[in-house]
């Protein structure tokens, strides 16, 4: 297979392989090993503060001098009225009453507690830091961000869910669309939080690509040759995996949610927004089992807020009933050796294969 394209040329790369940016997964040793297999390393961001963005840029900076992306969340923040802070109140005793009923003792943030942070800040710390790569997902970045970032010569890779995203992504000048398909772990990059539409990655590949005219990443089931050639099929340059690499030995997972990876089976994987307020896809727990149907789940990002502390207690007890799993609906060995031989491998077979 010849790998060098239009996207190896713009991210400097050899091959046009995309390690996912997952926060809460990916570390700036899964960045760093990505590129050492000539790949793209993607360190995610989500909505960290300024500070927390500075610090990780830099650990990451510190391991490599290779091209890596960042990525960021774009989300909205939804106003706080008097009835949200009343469900809030309302989640967070409940969810500390759930917990307290499995042995889980947590003290939940009061709504006043909570910080939330504008992804406008992050822009400035990624100009600062000299960043040339940004992709973001949850939305699209407002003109003004997006011109101020061109200007300084940073590559734009926006996120699509759907043919009418990516058109909007596109006319905004967008440099590389990231078309994301239903099968994909982690949360979707829908724009919408609430009224998702779910295509078929390989559909909607075709869709896009006939539709704007930038180069393309597909996320979506890539676990070995044959998805990523069926991806390039239908238009793809570039090629992101995430699933492939939620157990490796830069993953920040614990052990015991690795073992649990082990015993997925397909009526597993799930979509739920019971842990940020926002669609992802992931192992069904007691949790999840629970509240996604219930009255206890906020917008985003104030559901993603009050659960974290529950979420980190559970890691501490081993509990993965009360903790978040993200994989996609592709199943197969989750390999637990480094980024970069589950990368090379990847890239060895599809060379064998085509």
Known sequence: MKWMNQLTRLFNIEYPVIQAPMFGVTTPAMVVAATRANCLGSLSLGDLNATGCSEAIRATKQLTGDPFAVNIFVHKIPALTNELSARYTKT????ETFALQHHLLVKLPAIDEVKLNSYHEQVEVIIEEGCKMLSFTFGNLDQQSIDRLKS?????????????????????????????????????????????LQIGGLSLLAQVYDKVKVPLIYAGG?????????????????????SLLIASAESSLK???????????????????SFSGRYARGINNTFIETIESSEYVLPYPYQNKLTAELRKVAKEQKNADFVNIWAGQSLFRYSEHSTSEILRKLISDVELFS
């Open 92 to 95: 967070r005793h409940f969810i």
């Open 222 to 242: 890539i676990y070995n040759a044959s998805t990523l050639l069926a991806a390039k099929t239908l238009g793809a340059q570039g090629f992101q995996v995430g």
């Open 152 to 196: 300084k010569g940073i590559c734009l890779i926006g996120t699509c869910t759907s043919v009418e995203e990516a058109m909007i992504l596109e006319a905004s000048g967008i440099d590389v669309i990231c078309v994301q398909g239903i099968e994909a772990g982690g949360h979707r990059g829908s724009f919408e939080e609430t009224n998702i």
């Open 255 to 273: 052990d015991f949610e690795k073992q649990r990876l082990k015993k997925v089976n397909e009526k597993d994987i799930v979509l739920t927004k």
